[in-house]
């Protein structure tokens, strides 16, 4: 049975050596009366030393009695000295250390002796072999550590590195420094705690010429969001690296900040086409605003008022409608501004159309005269573009044979678009958007108090309505 002991062993990946792990086996089989022989004790032993091994980091919970997993230092705290009920060892000592495999980071809390030998011994780069208890902490799962052992031989693909651009950003590390343009920012939120206290969180997206990355800050770090403009350069300071809803995320915790910088860093956004674009993407699209509606109020299913307005844009290739929801509708922005309009997600719209959708996750940047139509005085091209293309009321799609658009003016009438409340039911229709009403002649079956949007002929004004939704 011996040779079954040795075999059992093999298939371990454990610290545990074969004398250690023999004499527990014996101690089973002893322990068991005689129930179990030693191969079956074996077994026992193996899974006992098993329970608690992780795949990665992602793996380890805080519901776990204990863990243990390898992973990449990536960031050594300084050690704190904290006062004990313990006459012998009045004085405890504690030092941090974040640690990151492919899978994510986790934070380390080492005690006493080995804070010091942390402090002494541990360098960023070095890959450790843990085992601890994990815990819900203050900025997510902590591990206070047990044993922590350097493992020259193993490699974990984390990079570790003093500056990063938005492409070098991956799942785990932490000790981020980056610097990157304002985007956009968003307005501070409270939360309450499972600990009954309040949080406050706040996002800013920043980007480079690599790319954007939306970044959370937390607590004190949130009022910053309010005091940055967008255009603005920064630095990140002690960032790290979370997942959300498959997306990369930078948060700045107690330990970081975002500071304002002096230096050039321009992000230049990787735009898809119009013509390209198709339902359910999420892209990032650029041109000149062509056209832009009122803003609009309406309640939402739980009481809230929320707010929209569309704008249409047009680039080289076509153009869309965009819908900016919450804070987005306030933005100024109009007619012959160019705009790039970063991370908006293509919806169903009208006639079997496509309509773009700025929601939180979105961004909304100014761009420069010229940087969507590339005017910079030369008339070599090919044709007109941006909103010089409708100075003579013509939509650059249109037919050579001069055939209008669907917002020039025919002798019949104008073919408008009009959304607003139902403020009366019956033939003809009146809609009232909060500015304006019109009056909509239509069969269809509608309700007081329903948002619709009209698409029709307006002549004499009164709106024939030709689509309804």
Do not use: C
């Amino acid at each position: 049975m011996g040779d079954d002991i040795e075999d059992v062993y093999g298939d371990l990946d454990t610290d545990v050596s074969l004398e250690e792990f023999r004499d527990a086996v014996e101690s089973k089989v002893e322990q068991m009366g005689g129930l179990a022989d030693e191969e079956t004790a074996a077994m026992l032993i193996a899974h006992e030393l098993e329970d608690g091994e992780v795949n990665g980091v992602a793996d380890v919970e805080p519901e776990m009695d204990e863990v243990k997993f390898i992973a990449k230092v990536t960031s050594v705290g300084d050690v704190r000295t904290f006062e004990r009920d313990d006459d012998e060892d009045p004085e405890g000592r504690v030092v941090n250390v974040d640690v990151a495999d492919e899978t994510g980071s986790v934070r380390l809390s080492l005690w006493d002796e080995q804070a010091e030998g942390a402090k002494d011994q541990l360098e960023v780069g070095d890959v450790l072999r843990v085992k601890g208890r994990p815990k819900d902490g203050y900025n997510g799962i902590e591990v206070s550590a047990d044993q922590v052992e350097v493992d020259n031989d193993e490699e974990i693909d984390v990079p570790v590195q003093d500056e990063y651009r938005v492409e070098d950003l991956s799942l785990g590390i932490s000790d981020v420094n980056l610097t990157g343009e304002v985007l956009g920012t968003e307005e501070v939120r409270t939360f309450d705690r499972d600990d009954g206290s309040e949080g406050k969180v706040s996002n800013v997206v920043l980007g480079d010429e690599t790319g954007r990355v939306r970044v959370t800050l937390w607590d004190d770090q949130a009022e910053t969001a309010t005091e940055l403009s967008q255009g603005e350069v920064v630095e990140v300071v002690d960032g790290y690296v979370r997942e959300r809803d498959g997306s990369l995320e930078l948060h700045v915790g107690d330990r970081g900040a975002v500071e304002p910088v002096d230096a050039d860093v321009a992000f230049v956004p990787d735009t898809t086409s119009i013509e390209d674009l198709e339902l359910e993407d999420v892209a990032d699209i650029s041109g000149v605003i062509r056209s832009a509606d009122p803003k609009r109020t309406f309640d939402r299913d739980d009481g809230s008022e929320g707010q929209v307005r569309n704008v249409r844009v047009q680039d080289g290739t076509g153009d869309i409608r965009v819908a900016l929801w919450g804070d987005k509708a306030d933005l100024d922005i109009g007619p012959g501004d160019e705009v790039a309009f970063v991370d908006v997600e293509i919806q169903d719209g009208w006639q079997d159309d496509i309509e773009a959708s700025a929601g939180w996750q979105s961004s909304v940047i100014p761009l420069a005269d010229g940087a969507t139509t590339g005017d910079d005085g030369d008339d070599s091209g090919s044709g007109p573009t941006g909103l010089s293309a409708f100075e003579d009321g013509n939509d650059p799609s249109s037919a050579d044979d001069g055939s209008s658009s669907d917002d020039s003016d025919t002798d019949d009438g104008e073919e408008v678009e009009f959304t607003g409340v139902v403020v009366q039911a019956q033939n003809p229709v009146i809609l009232d958007d909060g500015e304006e009403t019109v009056s909509v002649e239509t069969d269809a079956d509608v309700t007081l108090g329903q948002e619709v949007t009209v698409r029709g002929l307006l002549q004499d004004g009164r709106l024939r309505a030709e689509e309804l939704h």
